[in-house]
């Protein structure tokens, strides 16, 4: 059984370098497994660090090592996902669920009065185990200073909780994402599944009926430049981010564009020169076209 | 039924080379090297660049066929496996390049690494 060190503390890369290296790595050391402890330590950063209405935590994780399963196994989840190249190289996945029975206004109700408990819903702004019976069991009109949960959750049909659950669970895959890149490892969101093969996965991974796919997390050792080619177009900040209103673009301050530059966060762009001679190369090595 | 360079001549040839040059710059010799095994697909196959392009996007079972003997042609004129598998590939490009989608398997892990 590994032992995790105890003597050595754990240091991460600083934040800024942690968003400004996440991209979608896709070429993957085959042949090196990921150690465990990263593994836990991913998931232990999800558990915390996620955010979600009413604490309901609907994120459910299915971690499978290529090495420990076998080759029917293996083949028939690649096949489920189309054989794609990303999915058949990374020595780990991680498949992410959202419990819809979380997003559930009994479930909710649980959650919110352990938050009433824990002093995070103080009562200061209107919380306590009545209103919440109250909003939620009875359907009854918010009272001013709390959030109108008749509306979004009394009586609300499965359709929009397993919405809410695999909204929800996104958000923990890209916190993953961050957690994975924090630990030296490539990672990368990509489908599970064609959704009409989806069954394939549930029998194989034996997951219950009111969990809904969200993402397969590709986790493993990057093969490509740790630049993995430069980071990926994105849209301008301007047109995506707005003050005030929705119509006057967030005022994007040069200096603060330099010092994120210098911390790392922003990067060149992609394609650095030598991307396609890199993955010319990968290309042989794993045995694609190009 | 060899063309050598009259498969420029074809649309579908240019159209390869026009999208992998537009991204990897690929050199004359590489360029022979792949031209000459397409060109020795085609003859095996005996029909043009084109037609085997517009049957494969137009019937899937066709295409199927084409991977087919593909492996069969590479099976024989490369001995060695990892020679036939980069040799499918360049046909496997011409394929993708064109929009004939192809799955390509790749090179199974070395020994003792596990399934991936």
Known sequence: MAVVEQSRPLVGTNFYQVCGKRRSIRWFKTWKPVERERLQRILEVVRVATSSPGNIQPWRAVVVEQSKISPEKRERLLRADNMQGGHAGAPVWIYWFGDLECAQPAAFKQRLRELIRAGAAPTSHGWSDEVAEALIDRGEEAPEGLPELREILHGIPLEASAAVAHAETVGAADIALLAAVNEGLGTCLCMPAAPSRMGVVREELGVPETWVPAWLQLVGYPVEESDAGGQRPKLPFEEIFFEGDARTPFRRQPEVVRELEQAGLLQAPAPTPDRFEELKRLAQLFGYPI | ?116
């Open chain 2, 1 to 116: 039924m060899s063309r050598g360079a009259d498969l420029l001549a074809y649309v579908s040839v240019r159209r390869w080379i026009s999208s992998v040059d537009g991204l990897y710059h690929l050199t004359h010799q590489e360029w022979h090297l792949r031209l000459s095994i397409l060109d020795e697909f085609c003859s095996s196959l005996g029909e043009d660049p084109d037609h085997v392009i517009s049957a494969s996007r137009l019937d899937r079972e066709a295409k199927v066929e084409y991977m087919r003997r593909l492996k069969h042609l590479t099976g024989e004129r490369y001995p060695e496996p990892r020679t036939a598998h980069e040799a499918q590939n360049v046909v496997r490009s011409f394929f993708i390049h064109n929009g004939a989608r192809v799955l390509t398997t790749p090179f199974p892990p070395p020994q003792g690494a596990g399934g991936g």
